[in-house]
């Protein structure tokens, strides 16, 4: 059986997470990483559904769309939430849909013009200190239930983002999130990757 391939640009933005939830899965992987979507062969060119990265093939899908891919491989391993039941899936979905939204924000400051000190003193506070205070209220440690979950995951690649692009002065009050941060980060599973991988721009 062939292992899964990962299609993405040269950095982490969209594609990180995947990458991420496939480390700590222990899937063996293809990681492409391209600078600009032509160079992709002609026969991958030809079969994304929208023409664009990120893209995903294993052995029963051919799947774009980061949040799409996410969700597929959170669900493959059980990881939705908590104890995987309805409600607890659902809430872990909420939260890891304000991944995209504050990394969005990220991109557009670093490399669209849009403005530092807002991002400073506007989108962090507003969304990284709402997952503060959801993340102490469910005790601290996860955002749903008792145990790691996709909800977790994802927020820790947004403050990961945060931390490696500077903003570390703007993140120091959010005790949990950095506690979190460093207790995810000292997994065995990804510790290699995350110590070893590109460096990234994006």
Request: aromatic content about 12%; charged content about 20%.
């Amino acid at each position: 059986m062939s292992q899964p391939t990962f299609y993405y640009f040269d950095g982490r933005g969209k594609g990180e997470l995947i990458r991420l939830l496939l480390t700590y899965f222990e899937v063996k992987f293809t990681d492409i990483r391209i600078n600009d979507i032509n160079e992709l062969p002609q026969n991958i060119l030809d079969q994304l559904p929208f023409g664009q990265v990120p893209y995903y093939i294993d052995e029963k899908i051919q799947l774009s769309q980061s949040l799409a891919i996410q969700l597929y491989l959170a669900n493959k391993f059980n990881f939705t939430g908590g104890d995987n039941n309805e409600e607890q899936k659902a809430i872990s979905n909420s939260i890891v849909n304000v991944a995209p939204d504050v990394l969005d924000h990220l991109y557009k400051t670093l490399n669209l013009g849009a403005s530092v000190d807002d991002f400073k003193n506007k989108i962090i506070p507003k969304f990284v200190g709402r997952l503060e205070t959801l993340l102490t209220k469910n005790g601290g440690k996860f955002f749903v239930g008792t145990q790691l979950s996709y909800a977790d995951l994802a927020i820790f690649n947004v403050v990961d983002n945060l931390l490696y692009f500077g903003f570390n002065d703007q993140l120091s009050t959010y005790t949990n999130l950095l506690s979190q941060h460093k207790s995810i980060s000292s997994l065995p599973q990804l510790v290699s990757y995350l110590e070893n991988r590109p460096k990234a721009t994006f």
